[in-house]
């Protein structure tokens, strides 16, 4: 078989996997759809140039049985990763941070000392657990309503999280929203959240995963929008 006929044999794979796994019409037009997915969009214009050259060789009669291209080496090599990216997807847990690397506190930590290593590390959100479930999440939009909310109230080195607690209720941070899902979630359904909370002008604080991505449930994980962009 050469390259021609590979490439074809492959590309035909490629349109099959992806009607199976995306539910796309029968229409020949499934690797354009692929084009516009958030997961493959590093990929986009090589996949438009392969749709490009595969309706070059289908729709064109051979000169002296031979074909008028012949796709190169690596043009094959990119259908057989775009194949196996569909066959296993990258999954949340396999870039999100794990609960073992996780900075975490509970309700009746100390806050002060918290500050310090969330500016030491550059870490913006500190999730606050409860028998390793999620009751609250603390970052600067947390303290700012706190020192404005009551008269006489003050942060200092005997505060504790719980002094703070209907501020780190998840439903109570004034420019966030917080998401819970399955640790084995494909990233690219996490991407589509970040996009629907743009369009709808919401910004995801954090991203916590869990076996099922219920709330009441052991954390696992937590995934950020630098994480999601850096992947």
């Known amino acids: 078989m050469n390259n021609t006929e590979l490439f074809l044999d492959k590309y ?17 037009s499934a690797v354009a759809k692929l ?15 392969c749709r490009e050259v ?32 569909i066959k ?10 794990p ?24 870490i913006s959100h500190v ?11 603390f970052s600067d939009n947390c303290v700012f309503p706190f020192l404005l909310g009551d008269a006489g109230v003050s942060l200092d080195d ?11 209720d998840l439903n109570s941070h004034p420019s966030e929203v917080f998401k819970f899902v399955p640790a084995d979630m494909k990233l690219s359904y996490v991407e589509k959240l970040y996009e629907e909370a743009r369009n709808n002008h ?13 709330p009441d449930e052991r954390l696992l994980g937590v995934l950020t929008s630098w994480l999601i962009v850096g992947k």
Not at 12 to 28: R, S, T
Not at 127 to 137: A, F, K, N, S
């Open 12 to 28: 035909k794979q490629l349109e099959n996997i992806a009607l199976n796994e995306y539910k796309f019409p029968p229409d020949g």
């Open 35 to 49: 084009e516009k997915k958030s997961e493959f969009k590093d990929i986009r214009y090589e996949l438009n140039y």
């Open 54 to 85: 595969r309706n070059l060789l289908q729709h064109n009669q051979r000169l002296d049985e031979e074909f008028p291209v012949e796709p190169s080496i690596k043009m094959i090599e990119l259908l057989d990763m775009v194949i196996d990216r």
């Open 88 to 97: 296993n997807p990258v999954r949340c847990c396999d870039v999100g941070i």
């Open 99 to 122: 609960y073992s690397q996780l900075l975490w506190r509970t309700p009746d930590d100390l806050v002060m000392p918290t500050i310090r290593i969330m500016n030491d590390r550059n």
């Open 127 to 137: 999730p606050i657990l409860e028998g390793r479930r999620v009751v609250g999440d």
């Open 158 to 168: 005997k505060t504790r999280f719980r002094d703070l607690d209907k501020y780190l």
């Open 202 to 214: 919401e910004r995801i604080g954090l991203v916590f995963l869990t076996e099922n991505g219920k």
